[in-house]
Structures are given as C-alpha cells and as structure tokens.
C-alpha cells in the first residue's frame, strides 16, 4: 500500500491535507492485507488487496458499517472514513476508524448477546440488501424478496451450488441430493414467520472485536436483512461462543422451538463459501450436511 494513494483519499474525503507519519503492517485475515496508519487524523485501520477482487469490494463492506452502525446498538462498530476501488497501479482499498484492543470486561458476552439481538430488532420490510456485496470475495444477490425460505433457497444455497458445480468437480450425486434439499426447505425453516433481521451476515469469532473499553465490537461485515437464525448457524460454524451470549440474547428476544436443529442448515452456506472460496475438505463437509437433511 503506497502512502499517497491513501493521503490522496483522505485528503479528498476529510477535505485537508491529512500528515501520514507511519503504516504499520497487522493481520488483515485470509484475503486482505492491513495497517494501521499514524496520521494527523489520529490513527486509522486501513486494508487493501492487490489480487483479481471485485471492483466494489471495500465500497459494500463500508454500507454495511453505515447500516450497522444505523442501528444505535450496545455494540461497538467501526466508523467508515474512506474507500477506492482499484486503480493501475493501485489497489483497492478501506479505511476505518482504528479499534485498539482492550481487555474483556467481565460482562463481555452477556453485553454481546443483548447487542446482537438489538441488531437484529432492527428490521425492514423484505429480505435482502440494498446492494449486493460479498461474503468474503463471493458475490452476496440481495435481491428484495418478500419470502425469506425463497431467499435462502434462490439468493444463498441455489448461488453456492451453482458456483461450486462451475468451478468445483461436483458429483453427479451430490448435485441431485443438494437439489432435493432446496426443494424441501419449506418442511425445515422458519417454524413461524418472523420479521426481517440485520445481520452481520459473516459472524464468526475472527470478526468479534473486543473494543479499547473492553466491551465487543464487530468488523468485517457481509451484512443483509435475513433470518436471525442464519446469523447463529455462523456463530457455531467455528464456535468460540459461550452459553452466556444465547442467554443473554434470548433475554431480549427469545429464539423460536427447535433453532439448534436448523443451525446446520444455516452453517450450510457458509461451508458451500468456504469450498468455493479454498476447496478441499470443505466441500466433504457441506455434502456430509446435505445429506443428512436429504
């Protein structure tokens, strides 16, 4: 990442000349690189990627902070400042406001149950987005749709299988099984119609936060209006959250009879993104829950 490419944004964005002092290289997860820059400005989270990724990348993430961040909950989010699309020689990029990191306070998932589930009281009155984005590097169609079974089966599990059947080698078989399971998702979801729920879309324990006043934060958003139950199916994808937090959640907005029996269902397509994103075993894995639904 060159300096005067970011100066050159903030600049722009915050109109005045922005003094950048020093980048300083920290983890920016498996597709991403990041920093954090020392500016006049104070200091800033900025991320970027160098590789073939979508032109509008950053530009959907930075919406799904607005809109989360629109929801006045309990939770901390980070405040979009500016981001550019890739350039010649210059890649895309992303700059937030900077978290440092503190120390858990004693309350922390309790606080992270009661502040999800303020999130997802935040509501609108269809499921999806208004943009498409992306679930890591994965195109997200958030096409408004009335239904949110219809929605799941067409904008998240049809997507995936249609990718992984283009760029993966998909059995015959396990195409037909996946099928089947898309034409009985009415039997499985939504035992009572809900409203629907912002999602963080993408939440697992690498996007948990802890913020400088100890108390949780989220980044890293693939944020729509969808099921709230689709939002814990990723939660326990790869675990790391504790009884605490669903109790706490339930506190405010207790979940419907039978949620932990659908978790799989949900877990389903982010394992699919997972296989189209890395290959490999995942691909095992999504099959293996297909067929025990089918």
């Not at 961040?69 to 895309?92: D, F, M, V, W, Y």
């Not at 802890?210 to 139950?229: F, K, M, N, Q």
Request: proline share 5%; charged share 30%; with cysteine.
């Amino acid at each position: 990442m060159q300096i005067h490419h970011l100066k050159e944004a903030l600049d722009e964005t915050l109109d005045t000349s922005v003094t950048i002092d020093h980048l300083e290289t920290v983890s920016g997860g498996d597709i991403n690189e990041a920093a954090v820059a020392e500016t006049s400005e104070g200091k800033l989270f900025v991320k970027w990627n160098r590789g073939d990724v979508p032109d509008d990348l950053f530009k959907r993430e930075a919406e799904a902070l607005d809109e989360m961040r629109e929801a006045e909950t309990n939770l901390t989010i980070p405040e979009p400042i500016c981001h550019r699309s890739p350039k010649e020689e210059r890649p895309g990029f992303l700059v937030t406001e900077h978290l440092e990191s503190g120390r858990r306070v004693p309350d922390f998932d309790e606080q992270l149950g009661r502040g999800l589930a303020q999130l997802h009281n935040h509501s609108s009155d269809q499921f999806g987005f208004k943009h498409d984005n992306y679930c890591g590097t994965t195109p997200q169609s958030n096409a408004w749709t009335d239904d949110w079974v219809d929605f799941y089966r067409e904008h998240r599990l049809r997507h995936q299988l249609e990718l992984a059947v283009e760029q993966r080698s998909v059995r015959d078989s396990d195409r037909k099984a996946f099928e089947r399971l898309l034409e009985r998702l009415d039997a499985y979801l939504v035992p009572e119609p809900e409203p629907p729920a912002l999602i963080h879309g993408d939440l697992w324990n690498g996007n948990l936060h802890v913020a400088p006043d100890g108390t949780p934060a989220l980044i890293d958003p693939a944020a729509y209006y969808g099921h709230r139950e689709a939002e814990i199916g990723m939660m326990e994808l790869f675990g790391g959250f504790s009884s605490r937090v669903y109790e706490a959640y339930e506190e405010v907005r207790p979940l419907q009879e039978g949620w932990r029996d659908r978790l799989s269902l949900y877990s389903l397509y982010h394992v699919m993104n997972h296989y189209n994103l890395f290959g490999g075993h995942w691909g095992d894995q999504a099959f293996d829950i297909v067929r025990r639904w089918g």
